[in-house]
Nanobody
Framework: QVQLVESGGGSVQAGDSLRLSCAAS????????MAWFRQAPGKERGWIAA????????FYQSAVKGRFTISRDKANNTVYLQMNSLKTEDTAVYYC?????????????????WGQGTRVTVNS
Protein backbone atom coordinates (compact mmCIF):
# COMPACT_ATOMS: atom_id res chain seq x y z
CA GLN A 1 0.00 0.00 0.00
CA VAL A 2 1.18 3.50 -0.85
CA GLN A 3 0.43 6.60 1.17
CA LEU A 4 0.66 10.06 -0.37
CA VAL A 5 0.71 13.25 1.65
CA GLU A 6 0.54 16.65 -0.03
CA SER A 7 1.67 19.92 1.47
CA GLY A 8 2.45 23.46 0.44
CA GLY A 9 -0.95 24.82 -0.42
CA GLY A 10 -2.09 28.23 0.68
CA SER A 11 -3.51 31.56 -0.32
CA VAL A 12 -1.45 33.77 -2.63
CA GLN A 13 -1.84 36.72 -4.97
CA ALA A 14 -2.08 36.44 -8.72
CA GLY A 15 1.41 36.39 -10.20
CA ASP A 16 2.93 34.73 -7.15
CA SER A 17 4.61 31.35 -7.00
CA LEU A 18 3.95 28.32 -4.84
CA ARG A 19 5.55 24.89 -4.54
CA LEU A 20 3.55 21.84 -3.65
CA SER A 21 5.11 18.68 -2.27
CA CYS A 22 3.86 15.12 -2.18
CA ALA A 23 5.67 12.64 0.03
CA ALA A 24 5.15 8.98 -0.81
CA SER A 25 5.62 6.04 1.52
CA UNK A 26 4.90 2.34 1.37
CA UNK A 27 5.55 -0.35 -1.18
CA UNK A 28 5.67 0.67 -4.84
CA UNK A 29 6.05 -0.96 -8.22
CA UNK A 30 9.44 -0.97 -9.95
CA UNK A 31 8.31 1.90 -12.16
CA UNK A 32 5.31 4.12 -12.08
CA UNK A 33 4.02 7.56 -12.86
CA MET A 34 3.27 10.28 -10.38
CA ALA A 35 0.98 13.11 -11.25
CA TRP A 36 -0.82 16.16 -10.03
CA PHE A 37 -4.51 16.68 -10.54
CA ARG A 38 -6.66 19.57 -9.44
CA GLN A 39 -10.30 20.21 -8.80
CA ALA A 40 -11.60 23.74 -9.01
CA PRO A 41 -14.84 24.75 -7.27
CA GLY A 42 -17.80 23.38 -9.19
CA LYS A 43 -15.64 21.48 -11.67
CA GLU A 44 -14.46 17.93 -12.13
CA ARG A 45 -11.01 16.88 -11.12
CA GLY A 46 -8.54 17.13 -13.99
CA TRP A 47 -4.97 16.10 -14.68
CA ILE A 48 -2.32 18.80 -14.98
CA ALA A 49 1.15 17.22 -14.87
CA ALA A 50 2.87 13.85 -14.65
CA UNK A 51 6.37 12.47 -14.30
CA UNK A 52 7.86 9.07 -15.07
CA UNK A 53 9.52 8.13 -11.82
CA UNK A 54 12.47 6.24 -13.34
CA UNK A 55 13.47 8.30 -16.37
CA UNK A 56 12.07 11.63 -15.29
CA UNK A 57 10.05 12.26 -18.41
CA UNK A 58 7.40 14.92 -17.86
CA PHE A 59 4.00 15.67 -19.32
CA TYR A 60 1.83 18.76 -18.94
CA GLN A 61 -1.68 19.87 -19.59
CA SER A 62 -1.68 22.81 -21.96
CA ALA A 63 -3.18 25.24 -19.44
CA VAL A 64 -0.16 24.94 -17.16
CA LYS A 65 2.68 24.21 -19.57
CA GLY A 66 5.38 26.83 -19.23
CA ARG A 67 4.15 27.99 -15.81
CA PHE A 68 4.19 24.78 -13.77
CA THR A 69 7.07 22.33 -13.38
CA ILE A 70 6.79 18.82 -11.99
CA SER A 71 9.91 17.23 -10.54
CA ARG A 72 10.87 14.41 -8.24
CA ASP A 73 13.40 13.66 -5.53
CA LYS A 74 14.01 9.93 -5.77
CA ALA A 75 16.03 9.78 -2.56
CA ASN A 76 13.15 11.21 -0.55
CA ASN A 77 10.28 9.71 -2.55
CA THR A 78 8.84 13.15 -3.05
CA VAL A 79 7.29 14.79 -6.07
CA TYR A 80 6.97 18.55 -6.41
CA LEU A 81 4.87 20.95 -8.39
CA GLN A 82 6.44 24.36 -8.82
CA MET A 83 3.73 26.80 -9.81
CA ASN A 84 4.75 30.19 -11.19
CA SER A 85 2.75 33.12 -12.50
CA LEU A 86 -0.33 31.88 -10.70
CA LYS A 87 -3.71 32.97 -11.98
CA THR A 88 -7.05 33.14 -10.24
CA GLU A 89 -8.20 30.23 -12.39
CA ASP A 90 -5.52 28.08 -10.75
CA THR A 91 -7.57 28.13 -7.56
CA ALA A 92 -8.35 24.51 -6.74
CA VAL A 93 -7.65 21.59 -4.48
CA TYR A 94 -4.51 19.91 -5.79
CA TYR A 95 -4.11 16.15 -5.53
CA CYS A 96 -1.07 13.98 -5.90
CA UNK A 97 -1.56 10.54 -7.42
CA UNK A 98 0.52 7.49 -8.26
CA UNK A 99 -0.06 4.70 -10.71
CA UNK A 100 0.17 1.03 -9.86
CA UNK A 101 2.17 0.43 -13.03
CA UNK A 102 3.01 2.29 -16.22
CA UNK A 103 -0.42 2.42 -17.82
CA UNK A 104 -2.23 5.68 -17.20
CA UNK A 105 -4.44 8.27 -18.75
CA UNK A 106 -5.12 11.94 -18.20
CA UNK A 107 -8.64 10.98 -17.19
CA UNK A 108 -7.17 9.32 -14.11
CA UNK A 109 -7.17 5.67 -15.18
CA UNK A 110 -4.28 3.73 -13.73
CA UNK A 111 -3.84 5.96 -10.71
CA UNK A 112 -4.36 3.63 -7.80
CA UNK A 113 -3.18 5.88 -5.00
CA TRP A 114 -4.29 9.39 -4.12
CA GLY A 115 -3.40 11.97 -1.53
CA GLN A 116 -5.91 13.90 0.50
CA GLY A 117 -5.39 17.13 -1.41
CA THR A 118 -4.04 20.56 -0.59
CA ARG A 119 -5.93 23.76 -1.27
CA VAL A 120 -4.52 26.57 -3.36
CA THR A 121 -6.31 29.90 -3.52
CA VAL A 122 -5.12 32.59 -5.89
CA ASN A 123 -6.52 36.03 -5.19
CA SER A 124 -6.77 38.85 -7.71
Amino acid sequence: QVQLVESGGGSVQAGDSLRLSCAASGRTASNYVMAWFRQAPGKERGWIAAIDWVNGGTFYQSAVKGRFTISRDKANNTVYLQMNSLKTEDTAVYYCAQTGGMSWSSEGRGFDYWGQGTRVTVNS
